[in-house]
């Protein structure tokens, strides 16, 4: 059975930081491209950031130079490094494990509240 299951999600003032994980089991974590996504309430679920299995990395514009995606393969853990953080990064941020077309797992989502 595959979980992804996040940590670290939580309530902090503009300009703090967060970081989150997601640690994997049931797959075969290192062949997997990871990624961080967040759904606002009323906005579509987009990608915050990526890492593929050779460790390269992309953002969006909206937190280039803010956020940071890592990876441990031998804990089977990616992590995201949220810093000068904004309301209007406010969300439910998902992990993701991608594999071809066929296997595109999910985890449950963490909130992220940024407000003073």
């Known amino acids: 059975q595959v979980q992804l299951v996040e940590s670290g999600g939580g309530l902090v003032q503009p300009g703090g930081s967060l970081r989150l994980s997601c640690t994997a089991s049931?797959?075969?974590?290192?062949?997997?491209?990871m990624g961080w996504y967040r759904q606002a309430p009323g906005k579509q679920r987009e990608l915050v950031a990526g890492i593929t299995t050779m460790g390269s990395t992309n953002y969006p514009d909206s937190v280039k130079g803010r956020f940071t995606i890592s990876r441990d393969n031998a804990k089977s853990t990616v992590y995201l490094q949220m810093n000068s953080l904004k309301p209007e990064d406010t969300a439910v941020y998902y992990c993701?494990?991608?594999?071809?077309?066929?296997?595109?797992?999910w985890g449950q989502g963490t909130q992220v509240t940024v407000s003073s």
């Open positions: 049931g797959i075969g974590f290192s062949i997997y491209t």
């Open positions: 993701n494990a991608l594999l071809g077309a066929k296997r595109d797992y």
